[in-house]
């Protein structure tokens, strides 16, 4: 088009800034790898044109459109590299505006994209960046500049460059500026209007503090919680407590590891499912709000864990199978509450498992395809009878496996033994001291060593499967069980020495 024009044949061919802005704009929406780098390769042909006066072409300037339009490109693409060609093009334009462009006179818009930048980039030092950005701002707003005041969306992009930087202290940073734009607002709330707080930003300082590993994070996140909740009370619109904000102070307490979190993490979650049963649709608990008191629960070891982890499973279960699409349960869910009920070692804890593996098996068949049991929920049913201290344990946890791998045979191979499932059924034999536990743990060994010469590199025995059996045989009070468990013993060493690292002789 500009070669045309150029040559003089069709002068109603001229291009525009308009023009040269819109390809810009193009390019910055169209998602190739290219984008920024021919993004900004138009804005300097632009920026050619107007510099040398070609004929006609003096009218054709960057402004801040033009400007803008780069800086959000190479926003979008990530990294320092491209935090620091934004950083560029706005000292660019503030060069340019000095030289008497006011066309290209950056604006909060300019600013604003320009601290995103900074704050994707995540890089050490990005979000002390992002907030000298945001002093800048402040100092030439108050010195007479009302184009690049600063906003809720600016102060948004600061918090957000210090909650991702994972930095020391950033969690307490990124509050304080909260704590600072909320004092501006309410200075002066008509002619700070716009620094008016949101759900965004303090669902954004919450996050940061969930993240911070902080000894406080966690009543640090839940303070902010409620402070939300006051403001909200207070007339304040568009600061309301949300879904995510929950989702995160209960992932900041399950992180915590403090006594008592996974019931705070279970009573925030009843808390949302009342609020939401109500009427209160922001507060519709998802598949990440109910997996984080899983986990929470799951781990806390407390006592009643594993029943009050079921009972938020099966609390997924039903809003799925009600046509609540947010929240999906998955085999990793029943994993984790699998595990519960095995470390818990409550009566019935095993047969509970057991049961738990069942339901799981029935929903698959049923049509679930996001639940079906894998190899780590049949270990973890094995290790619930191996941990139960019952007398039928033993055979129960060979009977299971047995059956993982009639499954296994005949196609299932997402429920392959494993070293480790093996492992499980010899621990149990060493734990229950009958007559005959010792032995069958031997045969249970000899059968790994077998099929892993057979070539199933799965079944590798280790020093814990050698280990147990030698307890097997030390707690069986048998006669010869001493010559047995210094023949497994030798037999390691031998494995050892030959070049097998698996099988390292330990003091235990």
Same mark, same amino acid.
């Given at each position: 088009m500009n070669k045309l024009y150029q040559s003089g044949h069709n002068p109603?061919?001229?291009?525009?800034?308009?023009? /040269?802005? $819109?390809?810009?704009? %193009?390019?910055?929406?169209?998602?190739?790898?290219?984008?920024?780098?021919? $993004?900004?390769?138009?804005?300097?042909?632009?920026?050619? @044109?107007?510099?040398?006066?070609?004929?006609?072409?003096?009218?054709?300037?960057?402004?801040?459109? %033009?400007?803008?339009?780069?800086?959000?490109?190479?926003?979008?693409?990530?990294?320092?590299? $491209?935090?620091?060609?934004?950083?560029?093009?706005?000292? %660019?334009?503030?060069?340019?505006?000095?030289?008497?462009?006011?066309?290209? &006179?950056?604006?909060?818009?300019?600013? +604003?994209?320009?601290?995103?930048?900074?704050?994707?980039?995540?890089?050490?030092?990005?979000?002390?960046?992002?907030?000298?950005?945001?002093?800048?701002?402040?100092?030439?707003?108050?010195?007479?500049?009302?184009?690049?005041?600063?906003?809720?969306?600016t102060y948004g992009a600061v918090i957000d460059a210090w909650a991702k930087s994972g930095e020391k202290g950033a969690a307490a940073r990124a509050d304080n500026i909260l704590a600072n734009m909320i004092r @501006?607002?309410?200075?002066?709330? *008509?002619? +700070?209007?716009?620094?008016?707080?949101?759900?965004?930003? /303090?669902?954004?300082? *919450?996050?940061?503090?969930?993240k911070s590993k902080q000894s406080d994070a966690a009543s640090k996140a839940e303070e902010m919680l409620v402070a939300m909740g006051r403001l909200h009370a207070c007339g304040i619109p568009g600061l309301k407590p949300d879904a995510f904000t929950y989702t995160a102070v209960i992932d900041a307490w399950a992180k915590s590891g403090y006594r008592g979190a996974a019931t705070r993490a279970d009573q925030l979650l009843e808390k949302m499912e009342t609020k939401y049963?109500?009427?209160?649709?922001?507060?519709?608990p998802n598949t990440f709000t109910y997996n984080a008191v899983i986990n929470a629960l799951a &781990?806390?070891?407390?006592?009643?864990? $594993?029943?009050?982890? =079921?009972?938020?499973?099966?609390?997924?279960?039903?809003?799925?199978?009600?046509?609540?699409?947010?929240?999906?349960?998955?085999?990793? +869910? /029943?994993? #984790?509450?699998?595990?519960?009920?095995?470390?818990?070692?409550?009566?019935?804890?095993?047969?509970?498992?057991? =049961?738990?593996?069942?339901?799981?098996?029935?929903?698959?068949?049923?049509?679930?395809?996001?639940?079906?049991?894998d190899t780590i929920t049949f270990n973890a049913v094995i290790d619930a009878w191996a941990r139960s201290g019952e007398k039928r344990a033993p055979r129960r946890a060979e009977e299971i496996l047995d059956h993982m791998d009639t499954l296994y045979r005949s196609g299932n191979e997402d429920v392959k033994p494993d070293t480790y499932t093996y492992n499980t059924v010899i621990n149990a034999y060493a734990k229950s001291g009958e007559k005959g536990s010792a032995s069958r743990a031997e045969q249970i060994l000899a059968s790994m060593e077998q099929r892993a010469r057979d070539g199933d590199e799965d079944l590798k025995p280790n020093t814990r499967t050698?280990?147990?059996?030698?307890?097997?045989?030390?707690?069986?009070?048998?006669?010869?069980?001493?010559?047995?468990?210094?023949? *497994?013993?030798?037999?390691?060493? #031998?494995?050892?020495n030959g070049g097998n690292s698996l099988v390292r002789p330990n003091a235990h």
């Amino acid at each position: 088009m500009n070669k045309l024009y150029q040559s003089g044949h069709n002068p109603n061919l001229k291009p525009t800034t308009g023009i /040269f802005n $819109a390809v810009i704009n %193009s390019w910055a929406r169209s998602g190739e790898p290219m984008a920024p780098t021919r $993004a900004e390769q138009i804005l300097d042909w632009m920026d050619q @044109l107007h510099r040398t006066g070609q004929t006609g072409n003096l009218d054709i300037k960057p402004d801040k459109y %033009s400007y803008n339009t780069v800086i959000h490109a190479w926003a979008k693409s990530g990294g320092r590299q $491209a935090a620091m060609k934004a950083q560029g093009l706005l000292n %660019s334009m503030h060069l340019m505006y000095r030289q008497g462009n006011t066309s290209a &006179k950056p604006d909060t818009i300019t600013y +604003n994209v320009v601290i995103n930048a900074w704050a994707k980039s995540g890089g050490e030092g990005s979000a002390v960046e992002a907030e000298r950005l945001l002093s800048d701002m402040h100092r030439l707003y108050d010195s007479g500049n009302a184009d690049v005041k600063p906003n809720v969306v600016t102060y948004g992009a600061v918090i957000d460059a210090w909650a991702k930087s994972g930095e020391k202290g950033a969690a307490a940073r990124a509050d304080n500026i909260l704590a600072n734009m909320i004092r @501006l607002h309410q200075s002066d709330p *008509i002619r +700070n209007h716009d620094l008016r707080p949101n759900t965004y930003v /303090f669902n954004t300082v *919450i996050n940061a503090w969930a993240k911070s590993k902080q000894s406080d994070a966690a009543s640090k996140a839940e303070e902010m919680l409620v402070a939300m909740g006051r403001l909200h009370a207070c007339g304040i619109p568009g600061l309301k407590p949300d879904a995510f904000t929950y989702t995160a102070v209960i992932d900041a307490w399950a992180k915590s590891g403090y006594r008592g979190a996974a019931t705070r993490a279970d009573q925030l979650l009843e808390k949302m499912e009342t609020k939401y049963i109500e009427g209160d649709n922001d507060l519709k608990p998802n598949t990440f709000t109910y997996n984080a008191v899983i986990n929470a629960l799951a &781990k806390s070891g407390d006592q009643g864990a $594993a029943a009050r982890a =079921e009972r938020v499973l099966q609390n997924m279960v039903r809003r799925h199978r009600d046509g609540n699409d947010d929240v999906k349960p998955t085999t990793i +869910n /029943f994993n #984790t509450v699998l595990d519960a009920w095995a470390k818990s070692g409550g009566k019935g804890a095993a047969a509970r498992a057991e =049961e738990i593996l069942v339901w799981m098996d029935q929903l698959n068949k049923s049509g679930n395809t996001d639940v079906k049991p894998d190899t780590i929920t049949f270990n973890a049913v094995i290790d619930a009878w191996a941990r139960s201290g019952e007398k039928r344990a033993p055979r129960r946890a060979e009977e299971i496996l047995d059956h993982m791998d009639t499954l296994y045979r005949s196609g299932n191979e997402d429920v392959k033994p494993d070293t480790y499932t093996y492992n499980t059924v010899i621990n149990a034999y060493a734990k229950s001291g009958e007559k005959g536990s010792a032995s069958r743990a031997e045969q249970i060994l000899a059968s790994m060593e077998q099929r892993a010469r057979d070539g199933d590199e799965d079944l590798k025995p280790n020093t814990r499967t050698h280990t147990s059996v030698i307890d097997a045989w030390a707690k069986s009070g048998e006669r010869g069980a001493a010559a047995r468990a210094e023949h *497994i013993l030798k037999s390691m060493q #031998t494995q050892y020495n030959g070049g097998n690292s698996l099988v390292r002789p330990n003091a235990h």
